[in-house]
């Protein structure tokens, strides 16, 4: 399974962007997937997490602000964002955990496939 995020770029403080995470050799359905987000020397942060039932979840700060989605004819995970705030600049991952696996699904290591990362810069 590989993953290619994109969609990142340069936003004005209020504005929106809609990151999308290609899947290829195999189908995004059968996996639980998540955005998650990372700034320099910081850890991985949890921004929102798609499940095989389809269920969403997200971090309180993403909660209202962002949407996660599956696009089944295209085999891609997108992240909606809106009203974006200089704090949400980062490099934007997208992640893929197989089913039955035991962790907690906003911990970057329930995850078995990452993305590349796509940077989001918002400027104030």
């Known amino acids: 399974v590989q993953l290619q995020a994109s969609g990142g770029g340069l936003v004005q403080t209020g504005g929106s962007l809609k990151l999308a995470c290609a899947v290829t050799?195999?189908?995004?359905?059968?996996?639980?997937m998540g955005w998650f987000r990372q700034t320099p020397g910081k850890e991985r942060d949890f921004v929102a997490l798609?499940?095989?039932?389809?269920?969403?979840t997200y971090a309180p700060d993403s909660e209202g602000r962002f949407a996660i989605s599956r696009d089944n004819f295209a085999n891609t995970v997108n992240l909606q964002m809106t009203s974006l705030r200089a704090e949400d600049t980062a490099v934007y991952y997208c992640?893929?955990?197989?089913?039955?696996?035991?962790?907690?699904?906003?911990?970057?290591?329930?995850?078995?496939?990452w993305g590349q990362g796509t940077l989001v810069t918002v400027s104030s």
């Open positions: 992640a893929a955990g197989r089913r039955f696996r035991v962790g907690s699904s906003t911990d970057p290591s329930r995850y078995d496939y």
């Open positions: 050799g195999d189908s995004s359905n059968n996996y639980l």
């Open positions: 798609i499940t095989t039932h389809g269920d969403d």
